[in-house]
């Protein structure tokens, strides 16, 4: 069994910085890439930042120069650095952990970013 916890959502004013982290742990077995996506309401789930094992990372051209991806592989967890928000940033965001075996989702967090 697999358990994802995520932390770090919250409010914040345009311009402000949050960092968001998700914690992996149970039977995980050869992970090849931790990323975070997002879904605003009405819209479709978006990817936001991925990272691969081997330290790759690909950001959506909304987010790039304003976000940070990193991992810590002992730890099976995942970090968002998230600077400069901005209004339209506000989403639920989702961790998601792709091993061999299959893919795993975080409950979500709120962010909102006030104008």
């Known amino acids: 069994q697999v358990h994802m916890v995520e932390s770090g959502g919250g409010l914040v004013q345009a311009g402000g910085s949050l960092r968001l982290s998700c914690a992996a742990s149970?039977?995980?077995?050869?992970?090849?890439?931790m990323a975070w996506y997002r879904q605003a309401p009405g819209k479709q789930r978006e990817l936001v930042a991925a990272?691969?094992?081997?330290?790759?990372?690909n950001y959506a051209d909304s987010v790039k120069g304003r976000f940070t991806i990193s991992r810590d592989g002992a730890k099976n967890t995942v970090y968002l650095q998230m600077n400069s928000l901005k209004p339209e940033d506000t989403a639920v965001y989702y961790c998601?952990?792709?091993?061999?075996?299959?893919?795993?989702w975080g409950q979500g967090t709120q962010v909102t970013v006030s104008s």
């Open positions: 149970g039977s995980i077995f050869s992970i090849i890439a």
């Open positions: 990272i691969t094992g081997g330290g790759s990372t």
């Open positions: 998601k952990v792709e091993s061999r075996v299959s893919n795993y």
